[in-house]
């Protein structure tokens, strides 16, 4: 149950080893967290930030439930799992997510078919596993992580970018859906990320980092948005973006 | 049935259960037979705070008569004042056909607009605690609807375990259907009110322990400036009164009462309006306003004891954010813990526009009633301040190491383990609450949080 001071009792991470998926965590994690579910698919992988939970947090139970995330049909069945261990989703975090950028798919199509599992249908069938448990339990709060990189798809990372495209408008769609039942979603839109996904990557214009992706995350839990981005003046850059004509979009140096 | 969202007076923590307005006891049994793993809770006016009266993907029974056309469910005896009441009758209504007789309700909380069956749900108390208890202990009979769908009279002499576990039980043992009620008799529908200014913390301390006289006044309650820094500290306004006999008003009618509403607070608020600044400025005028010495007044029942209800729907005053109300008691002993407090909120810069101090009396036979002998304070604060759950888990735990507790009816925030701790008696209620209610029928939000219904109790699959 959450409180009266928007805490959450029971926190869920899918893909216990995103590193915005953990700094939001560590955002949201406060005096009243009750239980924290880890879901990964490589549980030593996420140990270490198990560990570090438990330490900073003693009175919290950390649970560790294994999934791959590419494996769409195990989605509703992994919900259930959870249910059983720690009760109600107070917050889900949908962090789970491959990038696969830099590879040929002309020649090697295969990486596209888990590109669109993990980031695509598993993560829909995901949240609408997420959202039949949270309108059974009449609240709860999904936290999904787009990209701007779905807002207007581009050369470089077509497929990548159209994987979060389709998430994006999927999960907007189905929040609109939930309106009444207590469920809700919150699509957090980050620009360029410095993390372990992009490393190696030269930087875009207007990249963040972890840390405020987190901070914008928690604010937008609390306030009851539907679209965070992150930074907050990527919004008004890709109205922009969004509409300038495709001669001018593809002579731009993005 | 209709879904609804859901939240406490205080606004926060919103879900969406079922709800069903009755005050029939065969659709009430119709929607506990078709409820859900989820369960069910009743609901009154929701004047509870927090999540005492929702209940997250299950059903909510709202149970209230206002504005019954039929008139009021309750029958006063005038010779004995023994007011046989149904559950969904407020304060409010029973005091507009009391009050003229010559009667007033044994205990009220700052609203008028609670159900006698919230009353006992929470056994509220008033500003005559340390005179006269909680209101559990002037119910004399419950009438409760049991999980099973079997309706049982219940009375301190009888069944006093049931009876006093049903006191104070947030609605976890049953739904309370009629109740019978000892009325206070008065001569006059005025209180005799005195008021005093005090400059600083010791000063109120003194004036309302036991030996201050506070034992001469059937009604004390003192307002605290929580914003006031170094000498002032603490600095209050401390008003305390009897019901006025009717030598004492000037008017004819010496039980006139007219409760009218005076003022709506507005739809929309912008949020922040209650800032420390507005506060601050506030409690100066309050504070100044008060005569520097002791004066005597003679004030309306409306005026004295819900001065809040004047002002409609107040709690949106503090915008969609919402608040919460803290309100947590420590013993007689305990000064410094209050201080401390108090200094703990101040120095992290937390306004509260209402901060109500009271020294209550000896706790009563229920296991899960708020009040004990000792000093309740009692603040309300903007839910959305930063760092909030933070401050009120340092707080909280000052409060669990006096050996104090917080008042479930008010809470919004406070784990399990808070519970456990500040009600030794936990166990003991549990073990009656599943005797009572064998399968888990009866859970809200609160319960849900706090852990008041057992695990092994939860039906199917929740």
Same mark, same amino acid.
């Given at each position: 149950?959450?409180?009266?001071?928007?805490?959450?009792?029971?926190?869920v991470?899918?893909?216990?080893?995103?590193?915005?998926g953990?700094?939001?965590?560590?955002r949201?994690i406060?005096?009243?967290?009750?239980?924290?579910?880890?879901?990964?698919?490589?549980?030593?992988?996420?140990?270490?930030?198990?560990?570090e939970?438990?330490?900073?947090?003693?009175d919290?139970?950390?649970?560790?439930?294994?999934?791959?995330?590419a494996?769409?049909?195990?989605?509703?069945?992994?919900?259930?799992e959870?249910?059983?261990?720690?009760?109600?989703? /107070?917050?889900a975090?949908?962090?789970?997510?491959v990038?696969?950028e830099g590879?040929?798919?002309?020649? /090697?199509?295969?990486g596209?078919?888990?590109?669109?599992?993990?980031?695509?249908?598993?993560?829909m069938?995901?949240?609408?596993?997420l959202?039949?448990?949270?309108?059974?339990?009449?609240y709860?709060?999904?936290?999904?992580?787009?990209?701007?990189?779905?807002?207007?798809?581009?050369k470089?990372?077509?497929a990548?970018?159209?994987?979060?495209?389709?998430? /994006?408008?999927?999960?907007l769609?189905l /929040?609109?859906e939930?309106?009444?039942?207590?469920?809700?979603?919150?699509?957090?839109?980050?620009?360029?990320?410095t993390?372990?996904?992009?490393?190696?990557?030269?930087?875009?214009?207007?990249?963040?980092?972890?840390?405020?992706v987190?901070?914008i995350?928690?604010?937008g839990?609390?306030?009851?948005?539907?679209?965070?981005?992150?930074?907050g003046?990527l919004?008004?850059?890709?109205?922009?973006?969004?509409?300038?004509p495709?001669p001018v979009?593809?002579?731009?140096p993005? | 049935?209709?879904?609804?969202?859901?939240?406490?007076?205080g606004?926060?923590?919103?879900?969406?259960?079922?709800?069903?307005?009755?005050?029939?006891?065969?659709?009430?049994?119709?929607?506990?037979?078709?409820?859900g793993?989820?369960?069910?809770?009743a609901?009154g006016?929701?004047?509870?705070y927090?999540a005492?009266?929702?209940?997250?993907?299950?059903?909510?029974? !709202?149970?209230?008569?206002?504005?019954?056309?039929?008139?009021?469910?309750?029958l006063?005896?005038?010779?004995?004042?023994?007011?046989?009441?149904?559950?969904?009758v407020?304060?409010?209504?029973?005091l507009?056909?009391?009050?003229?007789?010559?009667?007033?309700?044994?205990?009220?909380?700052?609203?008028?607009?609670?159900?006698?069956?919230?009353?006992?749900?929470?056994?509220v108390?008033?500003?005559?605690? #340390?005179?006269?208890?909680?209101?559990?202990?002037?119910?004399s *009979?419950?009438? &409760?609807?049991?999980?099973?769908?079997?309706?049982? !009279?219940?009375?301190?002499? &009888?069944?006093?375990?049931?009876?006093?576990?049903?006191?104070?039980?947030?609605?976890?043992?049953?739904?309370?259907?009629?109740?019978?009620?000892?009325?206070?008799?008065?001569?006059?529908?005025?209180?005799?009110?005195?008021?005093?200014?005090?400059?600083?913390?010791?000063?109120?301390?003194?004036?309302? *322990?036991?030996?201050?006289?506070?034992?001469?006044?059937?009604?004390?309650?003192?307002?605290?400036?929580?914003l006031?820094?170094?000498?002032? %500290?603490?600095?209050?306004?401390?008003?305390?009164?009897? #019901?006025?006999?009717?030598?004492?008003?000037?008017?004819?009618?010496?039980?006139?009462?007219?409760?009218?509403?005076?003022v709506?607070?507005?739809?929309w608020?912008?949020n922040?309006?209650?800032n420390?600044?507005?506060?601050?400025?506030?409690?100066?005028v309050?504070?100044?306003?008060a005569?520097?010495?002791?004066?005597?007044?003679?004030?309306?029942?409306?005026?004295f004891? #819900?001065?809040?209800?004047g002002?409609?729907?107040?709690?949106?005053?503090?915008?969609?954010?919402?608040?919460?109300?803290?309100?947590?008691?420590?013993?007689?002993d305990?000064?410094d813990?209050?201080?401390?407090?108090?200094?703990?909120?101040?120095?992290?810069?937390?306004?509260?526009?209402?901060a109500? &101090?009271?020294?209550?009396?000896?706790?009563n &036979?229920?296991?899960? *009633?708020f009040?004990?002998?000792?000093w309740t304070?009692t603040?309300?604060?903007?839910?959305?301040?930063?760092?909030l759950?933070?401050?009120?888990?340092r707080?909280?735990? %000052?409060?669990?190491?006096?050996g104090?507790?917080?008042?479930?009816?008010?809470d919004s925030h406070?784990?399990?383990?808070?519970?456990?701790?500040?009600?030794?008696?936990?166990? !003991?209620w %549990?073990?009656?609450?599943?005797a009572?209610?064998?399968?888990?029928?009866?859970?809200?939000?609160?319960?849900r949080?706090?852990?008041?219904? *057992?695990?092994?109790?939860?039906?199917?699959n929740?």
């Open positions: 149950m959450k409180n009266g001071v928007g805490v959450a009792q029971n926190i991470l899918f893909g216990g080893t995103s590193d915005i953990q700094a939001i965590l560590r949201i406060k005096p009243g967290v009750a239980r924290v579910a880890l879901v990964s698919r490589n549980l030593e992988a996420a140990a270490s930030f198990a560990s939970l438990e330490e900073a947090f003693p919290v139970e950390i649970h560790h439930v294994r999934y791959d995330a494996d769409a049909s195990s989605m509703a069945h992994v919900v259930t959870i249910v059983s261990e720690i009760g109600d989703i /107070d917050v975090v949908v962090a789970q997510g990038l696969n590879m040929d798919y002309y020649s /090697d199509p295969t596209l078919i888990t590109l669109c599992d993990v980031n695509f249908t598993s993560t069938v995901l949240l609408y596993a959202s039949q448990q949270m309108k059974q339990q009449g709860g709060k999904t936290v999904l992580l787009s990209s701007v990189a779905g807002e207007r798809v581009r470089g990372n077509p990548y970018g159209a994987t979060k495209a389709g998430i /994006d408008g999927f999960a769609a /929040d609109h939930l309106v009444g039942t207590g469920a809700s979603i919150l699509v957090v839109r980050p620009g360029f990320v993390t372990k996904m992009t490393t190696g990557m030269k930087k875009a214009p207007f990249s963040t980092d972890a840390e405020s987190a901070k995350t928690e604010a839990i609390a306030s009851g948005k539907k679209v965070v981005w992150a930074p003046l919004r008004w850059m890709f109205l922009i973006l969004k509409n300038v495709l979009w593809r002579k731009l993005l | 049935m209709a879904l609804q969202r859901l939240s406490g007076w606004r926060t923590a919103w879900t969406v259960a079922d709800l069903v307005h009755t005050n029939d006891v065969s659709e009430m049994k119709q929607v506990i037979n078709q409820s793993a989820r369960g069910v809770i609901r006016l929701g004047r509870s927090g005492a009266s929702q209940n997250a993907g299950g059903s909510v029974l !709202e149970i209230t008569a206002e504005g019954d056309p039929h008139g009021i469910d309750a006063l005896d005038s010779t004995t004042g023994v007011l046989d009441v149904a559950s969904s407020s304060l409010d209504s029973i507009r056909m009391s009050v003229p007789r010559g009667w007033f309700v044994p205990v009220t909380p700052g609203t008028r607009f609670v159900t006698v069956g919230g009353a006992i749900a929470s056994d108390h008033g500003k005559n605690h #340390h005179f006269d208890g909680s209101f559990g202990q002037h119910v *009979s419950i009438t &409760l609807l049991l999980a099973s769908g079997e309706v049982v !009279e219940l009375t301190p002499r &009888l069944n006093p375990e049931w009876f006093w576990a049903t006191v104070g039980g947030m609605g976890l043992t049953g739904i309370i259907l009629r109740a019978r009620v000892s009325m206070l008799p008065i001569e006059s529908s005025r209180v005799r009110v005195e008021t005093e200014r005090l400059t600083n913390f010791d000063a109120v301390c003194e004036a309302m *322990s036991s030996d201050g006289a506070d034992n001469d006044y059937r009604y004390s309650v003192c307002w605290i400036d929580l006031a820094t170094g000498p002032s %500290m603490g600095r209050g306004v401390l008003t305390r009164g009897e #019901h006025a006999s009717a030598a004492d008003v000037k008017d004819d009618d010496v039980l006139a009462y007219d409760p009218r509403l005076k709506p607070a507005p739809s608020v912008p922040g309006l209650l420390k600044w507005s506060i601050k400025a506030f409690n100066e309050w504070y100044r306003k005569p520097g010495s002791r004066h005597v007044s003679i004030e309306s029942i409306p005026q004891f #819900h001065p809040l209800d002002v409609h729907q107040w709690n949106r005053l503090y915008g969609n954010q919402g608040f919460i109300q803290y309100q947590f008691i420590v013993p007689l305990r000064i813990v209050l201080r401390a407090v108090i200094e703990t909120f101040s120095s992290a810069g937390v306004a509260s526009f209402l109500v &101090l009271k020294r209550m009396g000896p706790q &036979l229920s296991p899960m *009633s009040p004990t002998e000792g304070l603040l309300d604060i903007a839910a959305g301040i930063k760092g759950p933070e401050l009120l888990s707080v909280d735990n %000052m409060v669990l190491d006096a104090g507790r917080h008042y479930l009816a008010k406070v784990s399990p383990t808070a519970v456990r701790r500040g009600y030794p008696r936990l166990d !003991e %549990m073990h009656t609450r599943d009572m209610d064998p399968n888990g029928l009866w859970r809200s939000d609160l319960a949080r706090l852990g008041l219904v *057992s695990a092994q109790h939860t039906r199917g929740e």
